[in-house]
């Protein structure tokens, strides 16, 4: 089973979970900090959820700044598989690894529970594992969660199969219900809610595992020297 | 020279604004039941050195750009004086 490298912010919360339920799945999560520079011999990348750099300015705002940044959009770049979970969602859309913005909830609160997501498309790190149409029970936990972007990013999104869930009965007003997207390269995936807290039935769902499953079993297409390129924006 | 800066940073029409919602809500019961349209941004103030006006602008421009606004969901207004 492969390694996944656990970025930690600080103000990064769901660290520990990530790597737990990696863990329980067989696989090593390794936690990363920020100020480092080089990602390591690691498989793939999770940026967990949490307020990095206390959400200052706005969500996901200063953790561009962070000198992991460096590495993890390199390794984006080369084809490397990212997965940005919740907060870790909003650094990518900030750091220009994902298109559109995490604005604040349509509902104005913010939201604590489980919803349902189907899947959209499996081609991505965090849904081969699964089947088209899937329709999984896991927690969102956020108040910047509603996805937003221009028209014509949608009309992208939707051309190139890049949303990769969705929300089966909308939380929080996201454009088009969606839950999760990909990149053009369809190697770097943000998704809000938190496969780590629904790994087993015991959490109240064990739903999470397939999603978790997936990004463990993804071969990095480095170690084949072969990557899509990863365009910004 | 040096130019005082007002960057004020706002939610584009249409982006949800729950802190401005709540303070509209909020007012009748003060008796301000005539306020409407509360939109509550932020005001950042820094100062700049530049040779004239038009860089002190631009280089301002490009940092609310690129850092202090998000352009999918907020716009920058630049005052300088």
Sequence with gaps: MSTVGVVVFPGSNCEHDVVEALTALGGRGELLWHGDDHLGDVDSVVLPGGFAHGDYLRPGAIARFSPILGAVTEFARSGGPVVGICNGFQILTEAGLLPGALQK?????????????????RESPLTSASAVGDVLRVPINHFEGNYTCSPETLAELRAEDRVVLRYVANPNGSIDDIAGVCSAGRNVVGLMPHPERAYDPLLGSGDGRLLLTSILETTPAKKHGVGPPVPAG | MKFDVLVEVKLRPGIADPAGATIERSLPALGFSEVEGVRVGKAIRFTV???????????VDELSRR????PVIEDAVVTLS
């Design chain 1, 105 to 121: 909830n349509r509902g104005l609160k913010f939201i604590c529970r489980d919803v349902s997501v189907r899947v959209e498309s």
């Design chain 2, 67 to 70: 850092f202090l606004a998000n």
């Design chain 2, 49 to 59: 050195e530049a040779a004239d006006e038009d860089s002190a602008r631009a280089r």
